[in-house]
């Protein structure tokens, strides 16, 4: 645990910059909360930049708000509460600091906003305050942003948008996978914000009142987990194409996916690609869609764009075998 202890403030130097990316849950989303193992990718070519300067008074410009952090809106909190940690953890004066932040994740898409502007935004104050970030004091500060942010959280988005390969995460503890070959997702947004609160809420009502259904459905989410694995080690992306899709139909039994989520889906399966499902906790939000490769995830962003989605990224994870 960092320990988050003062030292004598002083100014800030001219500049600090951090980076940090967006994430999306391959697989494993809700099952992952009754102890399966979940999935997480890192989306690269999705980049959050914070840049940090002295101030003569606390002040932010994002997309979001600009003007005074004192009256910033309460969306931007945990960010804020990340910033506040890390300065007063480097030294620096959080009210004698400006915080400028380019971010492209649209917030509630399960994509990891909150903990990605959160990572570059405690990446920028070490930096402007001359100092190295370890991995595990990332982590304690960027977590304590996400809990100000979901009262409770399970660390995957604080560890994965900081990620240079996905990550296997069961139990809160991360383990980085291996991919034979390189993987090239559409991430495709409904346009209406995910209801993660209110889908994981109607799984455990739906699981007390259904508890073998249910935990069939856990099971077989966590056995397509594991398939998944194998498929990234061996690199057969029509096998881990199918293994998404049949992920998709599966939460869409456990009542977490929207007309507007299958849709998407089956338009990104009917362009060309190996697999396509909901991404995140759906009821809203993105679907994530495997193309065969780089080339054709042009073409299957087109087609599920022409479906109704309201924005498309691609993003690709190079191999490392």
């Known amino acids: 645990m960092v320990n988050f202890f003062k030292h004598q403030k002083r100014p800030a130097p001219l500049s600090g910059t951090g980076e940090a990316h967006g994430k999306s849950i391959l697989i494993g989303e809700h099952a992952v909360v009754y ?100 991995d595990s004091e990332r982590f304690a500060l960027v977590q304590h942003a996400e809990q100000v942010a979901h009262g409770t959280s399970s660390g995957l988005d604080a560890h994965a948008v900081a990620a240079d390969t996905a990550l296997r995460f069961r139990s809160g503890t991360p383990t980085p996978l291996r991919s034979k070959v390189p993987v090239t997702l559409v991430i495709a947004d409904t346009g209406n914000p995910g209801k993660t609160s209110i889908a994981v809420g109607g799984v455990r009502q739906l699981r007390e009142n259904h508890p073998r259904f249910v935990n069939g459905l856990i099971d077989k989410l966590a056995s397509l987990t594991d398939g998944a694995e194998r498929a990234l080690l061996l690199g057969t992306l029509p096998d881990l194409g199918q293994i998404l899709t049949e992920a998709h139909f599966t939460l869409d039994e456990l009542g977490v996916s929207s007309p507007d989520l299958n849709a998407l889906s089956k338009a990104a399966r009917e362009a060309g690609a190996l697999g396509a499902k909901m991404t995140g906790g759906g009821l809203g939000g993105c679907i994530i869609a495997l193309s065969p490769n780089a080339e054709a995830a042009t073409e299957i962003a087109e087609r599920v764009s022409a479906a109704g989605a309201a924005r498309t990224w691609v993003s690709t994870l190079e191999q490392n075998v």
């Open 35 to 134: 102890g399966a193992p979940a999935i997480a990718f890192p989306l690269h070519d999705l980049k959050v930049k914070a840049t940090v300067t002295g101030s003569a008074a606390s002040h932010i410009d994002s997309e979001v708000f600009s003007g005074a952090i004192t009256i910033a809106p309460e969306r931007l909190r945990p960010p804020l509460a990340a910033m506040h940690e890390a300065a007063g953890r480097f030294g620096l004066d959080p009210d004698r600091l400006h915080l400028r932040v380019n971010s492209p994740i649209p917030v509630e898409r399960g994509l990891g906003s909150s903990a990605a502007v959160s990572t570059a935004i405690v990446r920028a104050v070490a930096d402007a305050a001359g100092q190295k970030l370890t």
